[in-house]
């Protein structure tokens, strides 16, 4: 799910892949859910990681407020790490903000 640029709160468009996402985990029992958080090259890099920080701060509590127990949610935030689109330093790109999840064995709980 991706995030307007510089900010962390759930667009109605993240809303949607959110509320497919909790109905897929509805199946899949109690298993842990991990969030990795993204930014794009615009910022700083340590700006970038409390954005990234934020924005999974953001999908947790959506979660939660569905229903998901907060102690199956581990999150870690990458910044400008990892790009889904390789771009140069200061480029904005709206793959790269973004909040991947993940659930199961091995989802860093």
């Known amino acids: 799910m991706f995030f307007d640029w510089d900010k962390s709160a759930i667009t109605p468009e993240a809303a ?14 109690t298993v842990p859910i991990m969030l990795a958080g993204y930014t794009d090259r615009s ?4 700006y970038n990681l409390g ?6 701060e953001s ?11 907060a ?3 581990t999150s870690e935030a990458f910044g400008e790490a990892n790009p889904r689109v390789p771009t140069a330093d200061g480029v904005r790109e709206l ?15």
């Open 16 to 29: 949607t892949i959110l509320d497919s996402a909790i109905a897929a985990y509805g199946n899949c029992g």
């Open 43 to 46: 910022g700083t890099v340590q």
């Open 59 to 69: 999908v947790r509590n959506y979660l939660t407020g569905k229903g998901i127990p």
């Open 71 to 73: 102690a199956r949610i």
């Open 51 to 56: 954005l990234a920080a934020r924005r999974n």
């Open 95 to 109: 793959q790269n903000r973004r909040v991947e999840i993940t659930y199961g064995p091995g989802s860093g709980m």
